[in-house]
């Protein structure tokens, strides 16, 4: 069974930075696709930043030039390098994985995924 396990998440000030880590265990290939979702209170879920097989990532354009997704095969583990946050950023962030492969659907709708976190909050104060 894989399982997915966030942390990082936390409270800083506008201006700031955080780095999500999400640890993956229970599966020995390699995803198909990995992404980072979120969900702000009031709000629909939303892709942050996706990354694939052949390390090939994308961006939502409000996170572009301020997040940086990685992830590192050996220590089964996806990264979200997160700089110059501001208030809109504060949600709940989700890490999901693909052990699937859907190659016609976007790597920012939810469907891809069937694997998810359980989430970590950040918070990002004015």
């Known amino acids: 069974q894989v399982e997915l396990v966030e942390s990082g998440g936390g409270s800083v000030q506008a201006g700031g930075s955080l780095r999500l880590s999400c640890a993956a265990s229970?599966?020995?290939?390699?995803?198909?696709?990995m992404a980072w979702f979120r969900q702000a209170p009031g709000r629909e879920r939303e892709g942050v930043a996706a990354?694939?097989?052949?390390?090939?990532?994308k961006y939502a354009e409000s996170v572009k030039g301020r997040f940086t997704i990685s992830k590192d095969n050996a220590k089964n583990t996806l990264y979200l390098e997160m700089n110059n946050l501001k208030p809109d950023d504060t949600a709940v962030y989700y890490c999901?994985?693909?052990?699937?492969?859907?190659?016609?659907?976007?790597?920012?709708?939810?469907?891809?995924?069937?694997?998810w976190g359980q989430g970590t909050q950040v918070t990002v104060s004015s």
């Open positions: 999901a994985a693909a052990t699937i492969e859907i190659p016609w659907v976007g790597p920012f709708t939810g469907g891809k995924y069937n694997y």
């Open positions: 229970g599966y020995t290939s390699t995803y198909y696709s």
């Open positions: 990354i694939d097989n052949d390390r090939i990532t």
